[in-house]
């Protein structure tokens, strides 16, 4: 198992710059990607988070399936 994440800045205008946080899986098999952007980084981890479990547990579900 392989994980990477990455944060970055992204400019939502001239003046705001929003968090965005993008998460790469690889598990035997397959790999799984989430991203998502909010106004602090602890938001954006939270979703994207929350978006990885529910890909990892289908990702299971489907192996023992």
């Given at each position: 198992?392989?994980?990477?994440?990455?944060?970055?800045?992204?400019?939502?205008?001239?003046?705001?710059?929003?968090?965005?946080v993008e998460v790469k899986?690889?598990?035997?098999?397959?790999?799984?990607?989430?991203?998502?952007?909010?106004?602090?980084?602890?938001?954006?981890?939270?979703?994207?988070?929350?978006?990885?479990?529910?890909?990892?547990?289908?990702?299971?579900?489907?192996?023992?399936?």
């Amino acid at each position: 198992i392989d994980v990477d994440v990455y944060l970055k800045f992204t400019a939502a205008s001239s003046t705001i710059k929003q968090k965005a946080v993008e998460v790469k899986v690889n598990v035997p098999g397959n790999t799984l990607f989430a991203a998502t952007k909010a106004d602090n980084f602890e938001e954006a981890i939270d979703m994207v988070v929350e978006t990885m479990k529910r890909q990892l547990k289908r990702t299971k579900e489907k192996v023992r399936g």
